[in-house]
C-alpha cells in the first residue's frame, strides 16, 4: 500500500471524508527525532493493512490542519473512519497498539 502525503487541507479533507476506508494519518515534522523512529512502524502497517489508507501530514506544512484537530505534540497518529476521529496516539507507541486500534475497525 503506497503511503499518501498530504500538502494541503484541501487534500487532508478529501482523503478523509471519502469514507472509502478507514484512514490512519501521521502527524510529523522533518525535525522531529520521535517522529523519524515511528516512521518505519507506520509503514510497515501499512505494508500489512491493505484495507486502511495510509497517510502523512507534515504539520510544518500543513499547520492549518494541524491546528484544526489540536496536534500539539508530534508525533500524533489520528484513527479517522467515516470523517470521524475515531482513536489517537501522542507520541511513539510500541506496534502492537496500533495493530489493535486497526484490528477495532
Known amino acids: 500500500m ?3 502525503h498530504i500538502g494541503s487541507a484541501d487534500a487532508f479533507d478529501k482523503l478523509v471524508q471519502s469514507g472509502d476506508k478507514p484512514v490512519l494519518v501521521d502527524f510529523w515534522a522533518t525535525w ?3 517522529c523519524r523512529m515511528l516512521a518505519p512502524v507506520i509503514e510497515e502497517l501499512a505494508g500489512e493493512h491493505p484495507e ?3 497517510a502523512k501530514l507534515d504539520v510544518d506544512q ?3 490542519v ?3 484537530f489540536g496536534v500539539s505534540a508530534i508525533p500524533t ?3 479517522f473512519k467515516a470523517g470521524k476521529e475515531v482513536q489517537r496516539f501522542v507520541g511513539v507507541e510500541p506496534k502492537g497498539a496500533y495493530e489493535q486500534a486497526l484490528a477495532a475497525l
Open 2 to 4: 503506497e503511503m499518501m
Open 62 to 64: 500543513v499547520p492549518d
Open 32 to 34: 522531529c527525532g520521535p
Open 66 to 68: 494541524a491546528m484544526r
Open 52 to 54: 486502511v489508507q495510509f
Open 77 to 79: 497518529v489520528v484513527l
